[in-house]
């Protein structure tokens, strides 16, 4: 089975400061990793992903991820947060091979603040 | 990236009646669909796999009889709610895998309210 935590299910920054959204993941085989945004009444859109490539993983909107095995984490970060940046943020694990069941975590909004 | 569709973007009916909603993947075959449902403030929960010419696979608790999924196509899968009731509005979200790229893309999602 595989699932994920996210900490904190509201995080508030303030404009310019680091954004930091923590994700643990739990899996018995070698996981694929996601985070979604979704913004108010809207689909997911796909940040970034982690397919057992580089560890470091760069998304869109300057976003990026580190997956770290021993601390089984892939926390999201952005160096400077943007008010465009506030919205529901979904952590994600999948297991490779056929077709992929993801498993979401509860999601993690994000306040930025003036 | 990957386009995926969904129609209606927002339905309203009365308790009783029965809803349908497509998923088109618009420019990718998509051999596999899924379908979510997700409640205000919640995450996103997987109701069904839907695959392309066989029987769509139900997580547990999710009433398949209530839930009619078709994928007839690769590029259309459908979900129906028969007999809908107040309980069943809620955020219907789908899916289609892109497997040349390993990726799912998710719809812009359904508003379903049921008075």
């Known amino acids: 089975a595989q699932s994920v935590t996210q900490l904190g299910s509201h995080v508030s920054v303030s404009e310019g400061a680091l954004v930091l959204l923590r994700c643990n993941y739990s899996s018995s085989v070698p996981p694929y990793l996601f985070w979604y945004v979704q913004y108010p009444n809207q689909g997911l859109q796909l940040l970034l992903k982690?397919?057992?490539?580089?560890?470091l993983v760069k998304g869109i909107n300057g976003f990026e991820a580190e997956f770290k095995k021993s601390e089984t984490s892939f926390h999201l970060t952005k160096p400077s947060a943007h008010m465009s940046d506030a919205a529901e943020y979904f952590c994600a694990v999948s297991v490779a091979g056929g077709y992929q069941k993801v498993t979401f975590g509860t999601g993690t909004k994000l306040q930025v603040i003036p | 990236g990957a386009v995926v569709s969904q129609h209606p973007s927002r339905v309203i009916c009365k308790s009783g009646t029965s809803v349908k909603i497509e998923c088109r993947s618009l420019d990718f075959q998509a051999t596999t669909m899924f379908w979510y449902r997700q409640f205000p403030k919640q995450s996103l929960m997987l109701m069904a796999t839907s695959n392309e010419g066989s029987k769509a696979t139900y997580e547990q608790g999710v009433e398949k009889d209530k839930f009619l999924i078709n994928h007839a196509s690769l590029t259309l899968s459908t979900l129906t709610v028969t007999s809908a009731h107040p309980e069943d509005s809620s955020f219907y979200i789908c899916s289609a895998e892109d497997s040349e790229l390993g990726t799912q893309y998710f719809g812009p999602g359904t508003r379903l309210t049921v008075l």
């Open positions: 982690y397919t057992s490539a580089a560890t």
